[in-house]
Structure formats: structure tokens, C-alpha cells
């Protein structure tokens, strides 16, 4: 898989500061394909939470 971030337009930003915004982006659409990953591998739905906030400390 290849994600090239030109094929992907950022609206507002200009082409000065789109090397800024690029990782962003593609760190953005890594991490919800690694997401659905796990979801698919682990067979837990990533929208139930296990730990996140269920315990005061």
C-alpha cells in the first residue's frame, strides 16, 4: 500500500506548509487501518472501552 499525500487535498493550507501538514495525515489514515486491524485480529470492538475511564483513581 502507498499513500502519497498529494492525492489527498488540504483545503485552506497553503503549498508552503503542506510538507507541515502531510504526516498528519498520513499518521491519521495509518492508524484507523492499523485500528480496523486489531479490531478484525482481537475480535473486540474498539468502541467499547475495557479500561479508559471505568475506574475512579
Known amino acids: ?8 487535498p488540504l483545503n485552506g493550507i ?5 510538507w507541515i501538514m502531510a504526516p498528519c495525515v498520513v499518521s491519521t489514515l495509518l492508524v484507523d487501518r492499523l485500528a ?11 468502541n467499547i472501552r475495557r479500561y479508559y475511564r471505568q475506574f475512579d483513581y
Open 36 to 46: 480496523a486491524h486489531f479490531e478484525h485480529y482481537t475480535g473486540h470492538d474498539l
Open 14 to 18: 497553503d503549498d508552503a506548509f503542506r
Open 1 to 8: 500500500m502507498v499513500i502519497d499525500p498529494r492525492d489527498y
